[in-house]
């Protein structure tokens, strides 16, 4: 650099070291915008001297005046965005000489010079700057209007075209931050498009971010936004059930209707509801065949009896009873005790291993860690919504946040003061005031479920603890054990898999490469 600013050696050799300048430099820039020309280059010096002595990395607010230029000026009016062009074309009263006070002085000017260019485009505050400096264009910046007025809170907004129809619904834990992202900073196509139609932003303030995540589902539910994800391809869920007759089979059906009963699920998709069921059928002998059978009637036994996997009702080898107790077997694994599923699952996977069958005990374990999975899940939600209501208390950021749950549906929340006189009686009290009906009893909606996930992550969150409870909020103790064994089985088992698929993919790319 000593050819461009005449800067050697000898002419810094008495000044003191950065060590000794440092922490009066911070005090200098304390709760202050940093304003600089190609600023990434001079902060992340910076920041790497802040971080060699041990200091906190800034979190100013920065303004590059270079990457302003670049989006203020055209190509065809100056030639490059170099300080010393752009200060004499905006006629800057000072002249950059390489030298730290001209230099920030000449900034100062470039800065002002540029800031009467975008004044005409609503410009006019230090966010407006930073927004503006990262947005793409103006004819999408022009919009930011839309939420100029967005508040620093939480909650759920809405994007609407000209006929008021919802196109996008989201949540943010600060509703200003995230609208203004929309406005030219997020490089997605998708995004661009959505600004492009949208004529109208609005949104409601929730007390929680929990509550603002229950109010975005909800919404998503009801208007099915075509620019949301989950609406261009819906999953309405699946699930599987026993059917109601004297020899009862696995079904998988799009709802738990009157005639079924025992419900799993829902599953994102049929072929997760498939695999739940292949599973079942690798530990129990239920039947598979879609045939009502009747005292009356029988038929010719299928090749499954043969393989031991039916005890056959179908012509008449296994008698109601028998049959029942198998039943017994599935319906116990499911409400109670996960174990004989299980257990009978790992010893067919051994099995198989010790036959030198790999691929076969490759795939019951995956059912397995599937079946695990699924019954976890349900031990948790079936523990959740059978409680017609619950209070808790969470602790974040300096605040006390306080949901009341129904039947595992968020029926209200309101955030208070980190400290305050009194317990949180009170608070529960009000929100019991004006919470909706408690819900029936039953099994939610693929759409309610989606709610109660949410309700039940918070409630798993740390430092959440529980207020008050009607009714009883406990998962079964038989067989958890075991099934927590096998979940941490099954995460291992997935790293591991992920691991050799990168290596693969890796050692791929090298010899492409090559």
């Excluded at 000794?20 to 304390?30: C, S, T």
């Excluded at 995460?491 to 791929?508: C, E, F, M, P």
Aim: charged share 30%; proline share 6%.
């Amino acid at each position: 650099m000593s050819h461009l600013t005449g800067i050697d050696d000898r002419l810094v050799a008495d000044c003191p070291p950065l060590e000794a300048v440092l922490p009066a430099l911070l005090e200098f820039l304390r709760g202050t915008t940093l304003v600089a020309h190609n600023a990434h280059f001079d902060v992340s010096f910076l920041q790497a001297a802040l971080r060699r002595l041990d200091y906190p990395l800034l979190d100013h607010v920065v303004i590059d005046t270079a990457r302003l230029a670049r989006r203020v000026l055209p190509r065809d009016e100056v030639r490059d965005c170099r300080l010393t062009t752009l200060a004499r074309h905006l006629r800057a009263r000072v002249q950059p000489e390489h030298r730290a006070l001209p230099d920030a002085r000449a900034t100062v000017d470039v800065l002002h010079g540029l800031l009467e260019r975008v004044g005409n485009l609503g410009v006019t505050t230090l966010e407006d700057v930073r927004d503006y400096t990262r947005s793409r264009s103006d004819t999408t910046y022009r919009k930011i209007r839309l939420v100029r007025h967005a508040p620093d809170a939480p909650g759920v907004y809405r994007f609407h075209d000209r006929d008021g129809r919802v196109l996008y619904v989201g949540k943010a834990a600060n509703l200003r931050a995230r609208l203004r992202r929309y406005f030219g900073q997020d490089p997605r196509r998708m995004e661009a498009d959505l600004v492009r139609q949208t004529a109208q932003v609005t949104w409601d303030v929730t007390p929680t971010e929990l509550e603002a995540a229950v109010a975005e589902v909800r919404a998503m539910h009801l208007h099915r936004p075509r620019h949301n994800r989950r609406s261009r391809a819906p999953r309405p869920g699946v699930y599987v059930t026993l059917t109601r007759e004297r020899f009862p089979r696995l079904s998988i059906v799009a709802a738990p209707r009157d005639g079924r009963f025992l419900p799993v699920g829902p599953f994102p998709h049929r072929a997760a509801a498939e695999r739940f069921v292949e599973a079942v059928h690798d530990a129990l002998p239920l039947r598979r065949c879609a045939d009502r059978l009747t005292s009356r009637r029988s038929r010719a036994a299928c090749v499954l009896k043969d393989l031991g996997r039916c005890g056959a009702p179908c012509d008449g080898t296994q008698d109601e009873t028998s049959y029942a107790t198998v039943v017994e077997r599935y319906r116990t694994a499911v409400t109670a005790d996960p174990t004989p599923l299980i257990t009978a699952l790992r010893r067919s996977m051994r099995s198989e291993a010790r036959q030198e069958s790999f691929e076969r005990a490759q795939r019951i374990r995956g059912h397995l860690h599937h079946l695990a999975a699924v019954l976890a899940d349900r031990r948790r939600t079936a523990a959740l919504v059978a409680v017609e209501e619950l209070a808790a208390v969470r602790a974040r950021g300096g605040r006390r946040q306080v949901a009341l749950v129904r039947r595992g549906r968020l029926a209200g929340s309101v955030s208070l003061p980190g400290s305050g006189p009194g317990g949180l009686g009170p608070a529960v009290d009000r929100l019991r005031a004006v919470a909706p009906p408690t819900p029936a009893p039953g099994h939610p909606t693929a759409d309610e479920m989606e709610e109660v996930r949410l309700v039940m992550a918070w409630l798993a969150g740390p430092g959440t603890r529980l207020l008050s409870v009607r009714g009883v909020y406990a998962e079964p103790v038989a067989g958890g054990t075991l099934l927590h064994r096998t979940l941490d089985e099954a995460r291992r088992a997935g790293r591991g898999v992920r691991r050799d698929r990168d290596v693969a993919i890796g050692r791929k790319a090298v010899r492409r490469a090559g």
